[in-house]
């Protein structure tokens, strides 16, 4: 898996622990952000209507980013953070 198409990023959903986004304002992460939250509200609210748990289902990037060696996780978080 290579790294290319990253700087079409707009955000990070952390499963379990929240979001994140970004811009190159401060408008256009808050736009970016409200886009997030409105596509998992959108993907939520029929597993709300189905009572599907949701704790017991995964992403499909989970099992891409398993199945990469440390080095290669290292360097998607890296392209990910930015620079320091």
Request: glycine share 10%.
């Amino acid at each position: 898996m290579g790294l290319s198409g990253l700087d079409k990023v707009k955000g990070l959903v952390i499963g379990k622990h929240g979001l994140i986004s970004w811009g190159e304002t401060a408008k256009e992460c808050y736009g970016n952000l409200h886009r997030l939250i409105t596509k998992a509200e959108e993907y939520l609210k029929p597993k709300r209507a189905a009572k599907e748990p949701l704790a017991k289902r995964r992403h499909p990037a989970t099992d891409v980013v398993r199945g990469l060696d440390f080095e290669m996780r290292v360097e998607l978080a890296s392209a990910l953070v930015g620079p320091s």
